[in-house]
């Protein structure tokens, strides 16, 4: 079975600051996609940003980019310009078609 | 358009009862979910289903049972609760499997005392 690992237990930033947070990855598989979804404190969890494994381009939603490195397993979340409502728990999920993942999560806590 | 809806929001029960979590889409998805978060802990997979009719195990099923008669709902049953099962219940709904973004309902808190 596929594991997800999200090695910061949380991690704080001040506003207009950048961040980054990982997520390593373990699969055989060559075909899968990944996400980042968030959930802020009123619980709703949403999609953040998606990345399809076959595409080399690392996928970028406004101040949301990923920085995918296929052969490391790894799928780190770049947020720029952080603002207070990114105040959430952010989840990595690894998906393919025999399995979805998803890692234990980053409490990020934006500072003013 | 109301989405993914989950009822209810609270619940406790006693050790031995047992209870439905109701859950509702709106998006016309065929896949929906069933999710389970502890504390400190990601979204496991508890069951899910490709379409009316059909539904299949996941990751953390014991304890659990799923029908879906209707495209829109899929109920999940605790049979003799246990407090292992307190948890926070998330119900789930895409278009796809594994390619589609998943939409989440606001989520159940179950308590097992």
Redesign the interface.
């Given at each position: 079975a596929q594991t997800v690992t999200q090695s910061q237990p949380e991690m704080s930033v001040q506003e207009a600051e950048t961040v980054t947070l990982s997520c390593t990855y373990d699969t055989s598989e060559s075909n899968y996609y990944l996400f980042w979804y968030k959930q802020p404190p009123s619980r709703q969890m949403i999609l953040v940003i998606r990345q399809e494994a076959y595409k080399q381009q690392n996928a970028t939603e406004n101040r949301f980019s990923v920085n995918f490195q296929k052969a490391a397993k790894s799928f780190s979340l770049k947020i720029s310009d952080s603002q207070l409502g990114d105040t959430a728990m952010y989840f990595c999920c690894f998906s393919n078609n025999n399995d979805m993942r998803f890692g234990a999560g980053t409490r990020l806590t934006v500072k003013p | 358009n109301a989405g993914v809806t989950q009822t209810p929001k609270f619940r406790i029960l006693k050790i031995g009862q047992s209870m439905t979590l109701q859950c509702t889409q709106d998006m016309n998805h065929n896949y929906m979910?069933w999710?389970r978060q502890d504390p400190?802990?990601?979204?496991?997979?508890i069951y899910y289903s490709v379409g009316a009719g059909i539904t299949d195990k996941?990751?953390v099923p014991n304890g659990y049972n799923v029908s879906r008669s209707t495209t829109e709902d899929f109920p999940l049953r605790l049979e003799l609760a246990a407090p292992s099962q307190t948890s926070?219940y998330?119900c789930?709904s895409s278009y796809g499997?594994?390619?589609d973004?998943?939409f989440?309902?606001?989520?159940t808190r179950l308590t097992v005392l």
């Open positions: - | 979910y999710y400190g802990m990601g979204l496991k997979l996941g990751e926070v998330f789930a499997w594994a390619e973004e998943q989440f309902g606001p989520g």
